[in-house]
T-cell receptor, first 107, second 113 residues
Framework: GQQVMQIPQYQHVQEGEDFTTYCNSSTTLSNIQWYKQRPGGHPVFLIQLVKSGEVKKQKRLTFQFGEAKKNSSLHITATQTTDVGTYFC???????FGKGTRLHILP | NAGVTQTPKFQVLKTGQSMTLQCAQDMNHNSMYWYRQDPGMGLRLIYYSASEGTTDKGEVPNGYNVSRLNKREFSLRLESAAPSQTSVYFCASIPDRVNSPLHFGNGTRLTVT
């Protein structure tokens, strides 16, 4: 069945450093979605990528979809304390989530 | 506009007890989903309903049953709760299955002792 793997599981960065999380699927995806979950909260939709090689930006966040549509990445430039949380990718079909990357910011 | 509403917010059960987690959405969405979230395991799909009257198994359906009562409501039932079912349960909905984001409820934190 469809599997979505996400690395790393945890990441500690100093405030101001960059952060990247990677998502890999065992199958080709029709699209991929990214969500953020703050501690104690529920996942909130960030963005969706549909096209092969697509790159989208949201302020300090850059999202990429691989050419083969089997991998994706989220890069945060100059992290801030508000970026703390767990970032999930989700592959479409049954909407299967990766295990997420928990981001900790060290002041 | 409440979005996706889950009840209860918290529940403690003893092993072997049964209960139903309720989920309702007021956005006229077609598809609804139940996930469980455990530390380090991310979100795992239990069951989903692509439309009213249909349900399908997800990644971890064992020990659960679901009912899509109508377009608004999708309930999750634990017939005989086990400690392994201690988790946070999230309900979510989307208007269609092609290019829509999930809208999540606030979750139900279930502890089985």
């Amino acid at each position: 069945g469809q599997q979505v793997m996400q690395i790393p599981q945890y990441q500690h960065v100093q405030e101001g450093e960059d952060f990247t999380t990677y998502c890999n699927s065992s199958t080709t995806l029709s699209n991929i979605q990214w969500y953020k979950q703050r501690p104690g909260g529920h996942p909130v939709f960030l963005i969706q990528l549909v096209k092969s090689g697509e790159v989208k930006k949201q302020k300090r966040l850059t999202f990429q979809f691989g050419e083969a549509k089997k991998n994706s990445s989220l890069h945060i430039t100059a992290t801030q304390t508000t970026d703390v949380g767990t970032y999930f990718c989700a592959g479409r079909y049954k909407i299967i989530f990766g295990k997420g990357t928990r981001l900790h910011i060290l002041p | 506009n409440a979005g996706v509403t889950q009840t209860p917010k918290f529940q403690v059960l003893k092993t072997g007890q049964s209960m139903t987690l309720q989920c309702a959405q007021d956005m006229n969405h077609n598809s609804m989903y139940w996930y469980r979230q455990d530390p380090g395991m991310g979100l795992r799909l239990i069951y989903y309903s692509a439309s009213e009257g249909t349900t399908d198994k997800g990644e971890v359906p064992n020990g659960y049953n679901v009912s899509r009562l109508n377009k608004r409501e999708f309930s999750l039932r634990l017939e005989s709760a086990a400690p392994s079912q201690t988790s946070v349960y999230f309900c979510a909905s989307i208007p269609d299955r092609v290019n829509s984001p999930l809208h999540f409820g606030n979750g139900t934190r279930l502890t089985v002792t």
